[in-house]
């Protein structure tokens, strides 16, 4: 089902490895054309162009994209006690655990009468994207709404695309769980049209402008996002799930044919991946998975994927090797299952979120384990983190020096300016002291 990748040749460098992994193929390209004139249609044309867009791609027309108040109340009533109170729980941990993600004030001393605050403040305004493709995922809008409440943003606005199977509406296990949250701004809209709304805003709906756009989505939303980067933030270009495990012979094989199964039920295109020094583990993975890939709900979902490109067993030497894998390859998702897990961790650099031993699965963090499981793909977890808190932070410092402190860096300033030829910006530093050994001109006109 899953091809094996050799890597014990001792001669294969750094280059010839990464050449070697198991990759996703998808050419974003032609997604950026479709997504830039999705854009400029809602840009151009509005709620005509989302209403459009719906009925192209979702199939509804006739909708309230603006959600009323009355559809959360329906929602509410409809969700399942036992549903709720897993959505509460999961909303408690992740909340806690947030709160790790907004660094406190620091004011540091850097001379007598020179002060640098280091602060962080929200941005005023964010939109969170829900998808509503394959699978419904009240769990993304816990995570997104959570972060974005810890860090203390005051104006937070939901998309989700509109269900043909529930009249036109958001799903409502998604509109409950965001009433759960307190939030009563939600749109049905989504795609890349939904992501254009955001950056942009449309006056029709009264919809404002945001500042920042997170959430996971499909290859569109993905090229969406990273069109309208630099007009409004973003998280990252989430692309099809990952999971990466490292294991050595003492790992169970069962457990990791749950495992690779579970990521690999998202989407065709999900990429499932294990590194280990055991040929005989792979063998006993093999036999899991033909096992659980046969009883799982979507196997042909599963089949697909893990029998795609992107997904395959990786031999290595040794475990200083697959680390190394590891660290190239900057899984979304890191499970290891080795003898002793957290020995291996400090050198784990590039993974959006590593889960240690054979009883922290990926599942785990999807849901219930606290952490935040909207986290980087496609190998951007070696240059950007997951979703927190800290993603709707902006830093800003705010300087104060007194007179006795600027004097005491007066004649280096002089030196950088006239080095960069810039002497207007050492004047301005002059001025302070030929002013203060002169009389103030208004103080000269009242003597007269």
């Known amino acids: 089902m899953m091809r094996t990748v050799d890597l014990r040749d001792a001669h294969l460098s750094r280059s010839d490895i990464t050449a070697k992994l198991p990759r996703i193929t998808s050419d974003i390209d032609d997604a950026l054309i479709t997504a830039r004139q999705l854009i400029d249609n809602v ?11 719906t009925l192209a791609f979702d199939g509804v027309s006739n909708h309230s994209i603006v959600v009323p108040a009355s559809h959360f109340d329906d929602a509410l009533a409809s969700l399942d006690n036992d549903l709720r109170s897993a959505i509460l729980e999961s909303i408690r941990r992740v909340r806690e655990a947030s709160t790790a993600g907004v660094p406190p004030e620091r004011k540091v001393t850097v001379a007598p009468g020179a002060s640098i605050t280091q602060r962080w403040l929200p941005v ?49 296990t998604i509109l409950a769980t965001a009433a759960l949250l307190g939030i009563t701004e939600v749109y049905a809209m989504g795609g890349a049209g939904a992501i254009g709304a955001f950056a942009y805003g449309i006056p029709q709906l009264e919809l404002e402008p945001v500042r920042v756009i997170t959430g996971p989505g499909n290859v569109f939303v993905a090229a969406a996002k990273r069109l309208v980067r630099g007009v409004v933030g973003i998280d990252s ?63 042909h979902r599963v089949e697909v994927a893990l029998s795609g490109d992107q997904s395959a067993f990786v031999v290595v030497p040794t475990l200083d090797v697959a680390i190394m894998v590891s660290n190239l390859y900057a899984p979304e998702h890191l499970e290891v299952h080795t ?110």
């Not at 009240?138 to 997104?144: A, C, G, K, W």
């Not at 065709?268 to 294990?274: C, D, G, K, N, T």
């Not at 004097?407 to 002497?423: G, K, S, Y």
């Open 43 to 53: 840009i151009d044309s509005g709620e005509d162009a989302i209403r459009e867009q």
């Open 339 to 448: 003898q002793h897990p957290h020995e291996l961790v400090p050198r784990l650099v590039n993974a959006g979120a590593i889960f240690l031993g054979q009883t922290t699965p990926v599942s785990l963090g999807d849901y219930l384990a606290g952490s935040n499981h909207v986290l980087p793909t496609a190998g951007q977890a070696a240059f950007s983190s997951g979703l927190g808190a800290y993603t709707f932070l902006r830093a800003q410092q705010v300087v104060e020096y007194d007179e006795d402190a600027l004097r005491e860096v007066r004649a280096h300033i002089r030196v950088f300016a006239d080095d960069e030829n810039l002497p207007a910006h050492a004047d301005a530093v002059d001025a302070r002291f030929e002013s203060a050994s002169r009389p103030n001109s208004t103080d000269s006109e009242n003597e007269d």
């Open 124 to 172: 005023e305004r964010v939109g969170l994207y829900v998808p509503g493709g394959k699978a419904v995922y009240p769990s993304s809008v816990v995570m997104n709404v959570v972060a974005a409440q810890v860090a203390g943003v005051s104006s937070i606005a939901i998309a989700s695309p509109p269900q043909r199977n529930h009249g036109g509406r958001v799903h409502p």
């Open 237 to 299: 270009e989430a692309g099809p799930t990952e999971i990466l495990i490292i294991a050595d012979e003492t790992a169970n094989p069962s457990l990791i044919a749950a495992d690779l199964v579970s990521q690999a039920e998202h989407d065709e295109l999900a990429s499932a991946v294990l590194v280990t020094t055991s040929p005989a583990l792979v063998e006993a993975v093999e036999r899991e998975l033909l096992n659980y890939s046969s009883r799982t709900t979507h196997r």
